[in-house]
């Protein structure tokens, strides 16, 4: 339970908050009576607060080292995470281990998202999610920071076309393949917008010269409605 202690110096007054934690007796000084007074209503709601003051690992154990261990022992195949892991110790170096906030991860991934996609911040954050994992099983703790930040959404699509010369390139190359059919394959797809599965199902009755169009009976949502399902020509051939 924590204790608010009301100290007078001769040039201010400083107000210490005292709590036991497994045995172990924490205090920490504050200028403001409201800092105190938040601080200690913290302890109540927040476990991995009080966890990050009083267990000897938490305190002692350095984020380099920790890092080092846990890659030392990592069998894993994605080289990636330790180059996020290492960007991690540019940021928090010897501090120890439980020391390391939400709000610190919080703030380095909004930096990151001004060069980095969304999903590549979670990827970052699961990199040093995965850290704090080994560490609850390797020292038996009950603390990590990533927990309770949300996931970035991911939608890193983007529509882009072909410029002139990308379409003459790839024409002129589609021309000297060995199979005859790959230029009007291509030129197809690109006027009409049509998936290659949708191409290459087509059969002639499928085909209505006349109207320029082609029917697509069995398209990617499953509808086979005719008017909804046709593509156009547009008079390009």
Do not use: C
Request: hydrophobic share 35%; glycine share 4%.
């Amino acid at each position: 339970m924590a204790t608010l202690q009301v100290r007078k110096g001769k040039k201010n007054t400083t107000y210490r908050v005292e709590f036991m934690r497994e045995g172990k007796r924490i205090s920490k000084s504050f200028k403001i009576k409201k800092d105190a007074q938040k601080f200690m209503a913290l302890l109540l709601v927040d476990n991995d607060l009080a966890n990050s003051l009083t267990n000897h690992s938490l305190t002692t154990l350095s984020f380099f080292d920790a890092v080092t261990q846990f890659l030392d022992q990592d069998t894993g195949k994605d080289s990636s995470k330790h180059q996020r892991l290492k960007h991690w110790i540019s940021i928090f170096g010897d501090k120890p281990v439980g020391k390391v906030t939400r709000q610190q991860i919080k703030e380095e991934l909004k930096a990151l998202s001004n060069e980095k996609a969304p999903a590549t911040l979670n990827r970052y954050k699961a990199a040093i999610g995965s850290l704090y994992a080994y560490l609850s099983d390797e020292f038996d703790i009950d603390y990590n920071p990533v927990k309770g930040i949300r996931q970035y959404t991911e939608n890193n699509a983007r529509t882009r076309f072909l410029n002139d010369g990308e379409l003459s390139s790839l024409f002129s190359t589609a021309k000297i393949s060995k199979w005859d059919q790959l230029y009007l394959l291509i030129l197809m797809a690109i006027t009409t917008g049509a998936r290659r599965s949708e191409m290459l199902t087509l059969k002639w009755s499928d085909i209505n010269f006349k109207a320029k169009t082609a029917h697509l009976p069995n398209t990617k949502n499953g509808d086979g409605d005719t008017n909804s399902n046709e593509t156009s020509f547009n008079n390009r051939f």
